[in-house]
T-cell receptor
Framework: KQEVTQIPAALSVPEGENLVLNCSFT??????LQWFRQDPGKGLTSLLL?????REQTSGRLNASLDKSSGRSTLYIAASQPGDSATYLC???????????FGTGTRLTIIP | DTEVTQTPKHLVMGMTNKKSLKCEQH?????MYWYKQKAKKPPELMFV???????INESVPSRFSPECPNSSLLNLHLHALQPEDSALYLC???????????FGQGTRLTVV
């Protein structure tokens, strides 16, 4: 059974800093990995999708990497802003079915 | 248009009530999903529909009954729920397989 873990569970950084969020998964037989953002009480906003054959994806100030063999992904946020404050979730698309298995999430606070 | 629309946004129901949650997408996606999210926890998969047929049921209690009337609509019928079923219910859609999943804003359900 796929297990997805995110460390740290919570992170507070001053505005303007670059930061890295981590995601690890136990079964490397995956289709893809997706990063989401969730504001309190709201739905999920898709940030980046990395296919299993890719090493990284970039969108604006966000860069996500994938090392499938080691079961790890990172989300890099450059020049953080207070509006980046949210919970960030990674989700693994398991090979052979339609399931997304979510990580435990990192609650990010950017301090103005 | 990458929008998944869920109604209602909030729902309070008694344990003897029958209610339904609705989800709609017009992106031509073949896969639609129901997830349940408890406070401060990651979303957990409940059901997956692929081409309007139920493909995954994650051993969900029968008091939750999904329905996919057509390729754009997904319903979740609720009956005889328990207070512990109170949660944020999220709908998602995607092309399936290796593709990106898009989530709605969720329905906040409270069972009293």
């Amino acid at each position: 059974k796929q297990e997805v873990t995110q460390i740290p569970a919570a992170l507070s950084v001053p505005e303007g800093e670059n930061l890295v969020l981590n995601c690890s998964f136990t079964d490397s037989a995956i289709y893809n990995l997706q990063w989401f953002r969730q504001d309190p009480g709201k739905g999920l906003t898709s940030l980046l999708l990395i296919q299993s054959s890719q090493r990284e994806q970039t969108s604006g100030r966000l860069n996500a990497s994938l090392d499938k063999s080691s079961g790890r992904s990172t989300l890099y946020i450059a020049a953080s802003q207070p509006g980046d404050s949210a919970t960030y979730l990674c989700a693994v698309g398991d090979f052979g079915n339609e399931k997304l298995t979510f990580g435990t999430g990192t609650r990010l606070t950017i301090i103005p | 248009d990458t929008e998944v629309t869920q109604t209602p946004k909030h729902l309070v129901m008694g344990m003897t009530n029958k209610k339904s949650l609705k989800c709609e997408q017009h992106m031509g996606h073949r896969a639609m999903y129901w997830y349940k999210q408890k406070a401060k926890k990651p979303p957990e998969l409940m059901f997956v529909y692929s081409y309007e047929k139920l493909s995954i049921n994650e051993s969900v209690p029968s008091r939750f009954s999904p329905e996919c009337p057509n390729s754009s609509l997904l319903n979740l019928h609720l009956h005889a729920l328990q207070p512990e079923d109170s949660a944020l219910y999220l709908c998602a859609s995607g092309r399936g397989g290796r593709t990106e999943a898009f989530f709605g804003q969720g329905t906040r359900l409270t069972v009293v």
